[in-house]
């Protein structure tokens, strides 16, 4: 299976940089399965692929790309999508909700990325096309350091440092240098706030304020955040 052929199957025109990411090694994760993250993970650190050390990110080969775009057009399959809605994902969360692209959305040459929730009847815009969203997501692994899984502010800095050096290319010369300012920056420790009157730890290289403003700044997309309903069923 091509990315051309997935083209062909289900009438649409993956982006530029989608393509671009292709030809330059980017998507290739290779087998996933029992093994991966032993075997495959560690052969990809020196030079990470798309979005590898990204939180809750795992992207998808091209056979499970087709065979997601599958299960959701299977008029059986219980989320029971609104046919006038066109997903194709690339990606998947570790709960199995997907990163898609969001195909009969697209405006003005641009298609938008949205996040399809698997156990709720949303979709929720997280960028205009996918460019911003590489951006959007590096912003994100860079204020939010692993420390559930005791990721090392060395292995945290490394990390990024790589990643900068494979995804910089695909980046405006503005964000890619905002991002290696922000890298040298001291790891800090902020609160999120909650509502409530609740908050929750965070660490590393910008408060959720500052990734607020980036974005806003940067990358301004109106419908940012905000969900439709994929289903008209029930």
């Known amino acids: 299976m091509t990315l051309s052929e997935i083209e062909h199957q289900y009438d649409f025109t993956y982006p530029a940089l989608y393509r671009q990411l292709e030809r330059d090694g980017m998507l290739d994760v290779g087998e996933y399965g029992p093994d991966w993250y032993k075997l495959v993970y ?6 990470p692929t798309l979005l590898l ?5 795992e992207l998808l080969n091209i056979e499970a790309v087709a065979d997601a775009v599958d299960t959701l057009l299977d008029a059986d399959d ?17 709960a199995g909700d997907h990163y898609c692209f969001f195909v009969s959305g697209q405006h003005d040459g641009e298609m938008p990325i949205v996040l399809l929730w698997h156990d709720q009847n949303e979709a929720q815009y997280l960028a205009k096309n996918l460019h911003d969203f590489l951006f959007h997501m590096l912003l994100n692994s860079m204020a939010d350091q692993d420390t559930y899984n005791e990721v090392s502010d060395e292995e945290f800095r490394d990390q990024l440092a790589k990643t900068l050096g494979t995804h910089a290319r695909y980046l405006s010369s503005e964000q890619a240098q905002i991002l290696q300012t922000l890298l040298s920056r001291d790891i800090i420790d902020y609160d999120v706030l909650l509502p409530k009157g609740r908050k929750e730890a965070h660490r590393g290289l910008l408060t959720d304020i500052e990734l ?7 990358i301004p997309y109106e419908k940012f955040d905000s969900c439709f309903a994929y289903s008209t069923a029930g």
């Open 53 to 57: 050390h990204a939180d809750d990110f």
């Open 212 to 218: 607020a403003s980036l974005r806003e700044g940067m």
């Open 78 to 94: 219980y989320r029971k999508i609104d046919p006038a809605f066109r997903f194709i994902p690339f990606a998947q969360t570790g």
């Open 42 to 47: 560690p052969t990809l650190t020196d030079r």
